[in-house]
């Protein structure tokens, strides 16, 4: 998401997505990237509200002024901003709806005004709805999106559809972790480097050849041979095991700090955070459940695999483990090798 901090550092940036998607905590986080002093001017929460935005993504809440302009006073929010843009390192206008009187006067305050500030500072404006004219004048366009799935996860997505600065990024996951903030999933992307074998552990999974950050395959139609190999592979490899989906789980004897089963989809990228991060550093980076995720889900099953495979740059290498049955296209194209039990 580097790209997005990037280019919101520049320009007029606007924000847009659903109700709930979390455009205002995006903007949050970009402007305390891009700046020290933050003029926020909102149209819509309370700086009592926004102070807890603040919070819950990891910004820093002194950089943050905030002004907030009941609807009989939103005819004085240009001349505010006017008077006293020149104290601040960046502005924020939330909602950039809220700030014009009519619908109709809206271009002419977004291009006339915020668009000539943004030349010398960063503006980041949160959009509602689809208003063409502001997006046609954004430097920048962030969409924010959510979606609940047949699980009952709600996943979040964010990406950079244009830019006057960068390409347009992918579509990255990402959600807000109480005590942390703002965090997405890498995409998997391999470094560009001389493989590194591994023979050892080639010879302990049962594979021909093994080399780091590969993705291997273990499927079998036993779920306590499934276990069993997940235990042979801990008892001499520091491993951590993450239960995509509880009612297939295995039967394991692992300690509480290497085992985690998911109940949300905030909980698997807490686990991507803690190995991101290094708050857990294991070797192997062992799974279960996304066949049964694929059949259940269908091609929703992607945003899991892409938040599995994103671990592989960490550790050593990601075993999958499966029972047969289930899912199986989607889950399997990602897989580096695959073995049977």
């Not at 009989?72 to 929010?77: D, H, K, M, Q, V």
């Amino acid at each position: 998401m580097f790209i997005i901090q990037d280019a919101a550092a520049r320009g007029f940036t606007a924000v847009y997505g659903p109700p709930g998607s979390g455009k205002t905590s995006v903007a949050a986080k970009l402007a305390d990237k891009v700046a020290n002093r933050v003029l926020w001017i909102s149209t819509s929460e309370t700086p009592g509200a926004l102070k807890g935005t603040f919070l819950r993504v990891g910004a820093s809440a002194e950089k943050f002024y905030v002004f907030d302009f009941p609807r009989s006073f939103r005819g004085n929010i240009a001349k505010f901003i006017a008077d006293h843009i020149h104290e601040y390192e960046a502005l924020v206008v939330d909602t950039v709806n809220g700030i014009a009187p009519r619908e109709e006067k809206l271009e002419e305050l977004v291009h006339g005004f915020l668009y000539q500030l943004s030349k010398d500072m960063p503006i980041i404006a949160v959009v509602e709805g689809a208003p063409r004219q502001v997006f046609y004048i954004a430097d920048n366009l962030v969409r924010v999106s959510y979606k609940e799935n047949a699980l009952g996860h709600t996943v979040r997505y964010i990406k950079l559809v244009k830019s006057r600065f960068a390409p347009p990024s992918e579509r990255y996951l990402f959600d807000f972790l109480e005590g942390v903030g703002l965090v997405y999933i890498y995409l998997n992307k391999k470094p560009m480097v001389a493989k590194t074998a591994l023979p050892e552990d080639a010879s302990l999974l049962g594979v021909e050849e093994l080399y780091r950050s590969q993705i291997v395959g273990v499927y079998g139609a036993d779920k306590k041979r499934l276990a069993e190999k997940l235990e042979e592979l801990a008892a001499s490899r520091e491993v951590f095991y993450l239960s995509l989906f509880p009612p297939t789980t295995l039967p394991v004897e692992l300690d509480e700090d290497r085992l985690r089963v998911a109940t949300t989809f905030r909980d698997i990228v807490e686990v991507m955070y803690n190995i991101y991060s290094g708050r857990i550093k294991p070797r192997v980076f062992a799974v279960s459940g996304l066949r049964d995720l694929e059949r259940l889900l269908g091609n929703d099953v992607v945003d899991y695999v892409n938040a599995v495979a994103s671990v592989a740059r960490f550790v050593d290498y990601v075993v999958d483990l499966e029972l047969d049955g289930g899912g199986g296209w989607v889950t399997e194209t990602f897989l580096d090798a695959k073995i049977r039990v």
